[in-house]
């Protein structure tokens, strides 16, 4: 079975740091664009952050940049999202998703294969 499991949500406080992972089961990351998307409570979902299959480029939403960063390790089948700087705002759920190009990273629709979310709770 092809899979993402998002893992390393929970409620914290603002400020501070959280990293959050993606792994990949019966599906090689390496083959893939990684993204990830979050998406709040009556909102739509809205990209995060993206990476190269190689990591050699990654693109960040503006919203987020100097805060977070992704990052892949594609021996261990994983990409993260490192949080730093938390704000009540950034309150959702995360998704990682697999994409075969780089035509549009930031749009949900190029995306073949999503996890299942991992909910990040950030009290002010």
């Known amino acids: 079975q092809v899979q993402l499991v998002e893992t390393g949500g929970k409620l914290v406080q603002a400020g501070g740091s959280l990293t959050l992972a993606c792994a990949g089961s019966?599906?090689?990351?390496?083959?893939?664009?990684m993204g990830w998307f979050r998406q709040a409570p009556g909102k739509e979902r809205e990209f995060v952050a993206a990476?190269?299959?190689?990591?050699?480029?990654?693109i960040v939403e503006d919203s987020v940049k100097g805060r977070f960063s992704i990052s892949r390790d594609n021996p261990k089948n994983t990409v993260t999202l490192q949080m730093n700087s938390r704000k009540p705002e950034d309150t959702a759920a995360y998704f990682c998703?697999?994409?075969?190009?780089?035509?549009?990273?930031?749009?949900?629709?190029?995306?073949?294969?999503w996890g299942q979310g991992t909910q990040v709770t950030v009290s002010s």
């Open positions: 998703a697999a994409t075969y190009t780089s035509r549009s990273l930031s749009d949900t629709s190029e995306y073949v294969t």
């Open positions: 019966g599906l090689t990351i390496s083959n893939y664009y």
């Open positions: 990476i190269g299959r190689s990591a050699t480029s990654a």
